[in-house]
């Protein structure tokens, strides 16, 4: 934690890094957690107790009692998820209403946005982005091009504004001859939300975060998705509608960049994707499959399986400069227990030669260039400090460390709360 300063925690590859569980481990450290972008396409598991939560839109600091936990403006929110999220917390004995405040700046998903997410992906045919299917980037337009609504606007008129909205959008999906829904469910699901977001505390979260700041509370913006799949510097087109950076935590909060303190970076000791779109390292062989099933790498939203390939480091230090990455966390080295031999992905070759920098298309003729290292074939799961780390392991680190020239503060050495290994210096 830096004093006087906002960290940052996010994600370095292509989303499901295991934010939700590390930003669990920090908050103790912290008076107030807050989530900046995305919406419930995010899917963060923790796992404490025995039990396993999957937070979509509510900050994974939810679960250590009497903190802040903030929806930046950033943040596109659906009612009707929202409120199945939160019921479901209230039930298992999580006070919600007390420490839990929400932009009035943060965008509105419709039911209509859903549909339209489903149209758009229909439309591209054989190029499809592999969304999740929760109307992020059509609700991300309607804000960009000033036609969305907000929460604050839940207050005052909202029916009429809400059916101009709907009405706008049927437009639409008639014009891309999407006709074959019926609304009647999902909207009655979604108006109850409406009702039930009403009795939350609904505030401009970039005063109320910047006067905790001034009185010497310190403050964790949970990122979601990953780096990758930023709307600017992703793989674009296959990539999500927010800024998933860290400059995305200054405007989908209200921070000044001055703010910012630490950054940690989040990665698997290997790689996953989620949905379309390039991934240099994929593995389509029983490796790759290898690290699916020991990781068990399936959707925390969609069950979808994730693809799974070879820790990318050339898309690293490309991450690690957009963000400013101060520390590394390293999750999911249990996975890579079993492994005679580990390869990383020092480099990319196009055409025989060694590019310099991460490059403006990585879809097309791009070879990864490996080095292989010793695995350490040791079960860590039960380690409990990093002295216990195989010799095998600790070069592992030592490598990362020194081709990303980042140290490696965390690493994670299974899905528990308790399975998490802060390293010292
Ligand atoms: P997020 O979206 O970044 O929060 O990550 P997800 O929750 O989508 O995916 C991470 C998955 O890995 C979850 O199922 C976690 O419970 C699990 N996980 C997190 N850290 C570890 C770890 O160190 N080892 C193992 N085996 N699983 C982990
Ligand atoms: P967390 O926060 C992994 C992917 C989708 C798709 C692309 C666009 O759990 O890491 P969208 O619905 O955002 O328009 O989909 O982005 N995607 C994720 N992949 N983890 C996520 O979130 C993701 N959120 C979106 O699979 O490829
Ligand atoms: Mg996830």
Redesign the pocket.
């Known amino acids: 934690m830096s004093k006087g300063k906002v960290d940052v925690l996010l994600?370095l590859q292509w989303?499901?890094?295991?934010?939700?569980?590390v930003v669990d481990v920090l908050t103790p450290e912290y008076d107030v957690i807050a989530r900046f972008q995305g919406g419930p396409n995010?899917?963060?598991?923790?796992?404490f107790n025995g039990e396993?939560y999957?937070l979509r839109s509510i900050p994974?600091g939810i679960f250590q009692g009497g903190k802040v936990n903030v929806i930046g403006n950033g943040v596109v929110l659906a009612p009707d998820l929202f409120m199945a999220e939160a019921q479901e917390l209230e039930r298992s004995g999580h006070d919600l209403k007390s420490r839990l405040y929400i932009s009035r700046k943060a965008h509105l998903i419709m039911p209509t946005h859903r549909l339209l997410d489903a149209a758009y992906e229909s439309a591209k045919g054989a190029s499809k982005v592999g969304t999740t299917g929760k109307g992020i980037g059509p609700a991300y337009t309607d804000k960009v091009s000033r036609n969305g609504l907000r929460v604050g606007d839940i207050f005052d008129g909202f029916e009429e504004k809400y059916t101009q909205h709907k009405t706008q959008h049927e437009a639409i999906l008639r014009s891309l001859n999407y006709t074959h829904y019926d609304l009647s469910q999902t909207e009655q699901a979604w108006m109850k939300g409406v009702n039930y977001l009403r009795g939350f505390n609904i505030v401009d979260s970039e005063h109320e975060l910047n006067h905790l700041l001034q009185n010497g509370k310190s403050i964790l913006c949970e990122g979601?998705q990953g780096t990758m799949l930023d709307v600017d510097f992703g793989s674009y087109p296959f990539v999500t509608s927010s800024n998933t950076i860290t400059a995305g935590a200054c405007s989908g909060l209200g921070i000044g960049p001055n703010k910012i303190g630490n950054v940690y970076g989040?990665m698997k000791a290997y790689c996953t994707r989620v949905g379309s779109g390039p991934f240099p390292t994929e593995l389509f062989d029983k490796t790759g499959k290898q690290l699916r099933d020991l990781?068990?790498e399936y959707?925390?939203v969609t069950g979808r399986e994730r693809r799974c390939g070879w820790i990318d480091l050339v898309a690293l230090r490309y991450a690690i400069m957009i963000n400013g990455v101060t520390h590394l966390i390293m999750?999911?080295?249990?996975?890579l227990d079993g492994f005679s031999t580990i390869k990383a992905c020092i480099a990319y070759q196009r055409d025989g030669k060694i590019l310099d920098d991460f490059p403006y298309d990585i879809e097309h003729n791009i070879q990864p260039v490996y080095k292989e290292l010793p695995g350490w074939q040791t079960d860590m799961t039960g380690l409990t400090s990093e002295d216990q780390f195989p010799a095998a392991f600790k070069a592992y680190i030592d490598f990362l460390e020194e081709e990303l020239k980042t140290p490696i503060k965390i690493v994670?050495?299974?899905?528990d709360r308790k399975?998490t290994i802060v390293r010292k210096g």
């Open positions: 994600g989303g499901d890094e295991g934010k939700g569980k995010a899917g963060h598991t923790l796992e396993k999957v994974s979601a989040i990781g068990h959707g925390a999750m999911k080295s249990d996975v994670s050495i299974g899905p399975q």
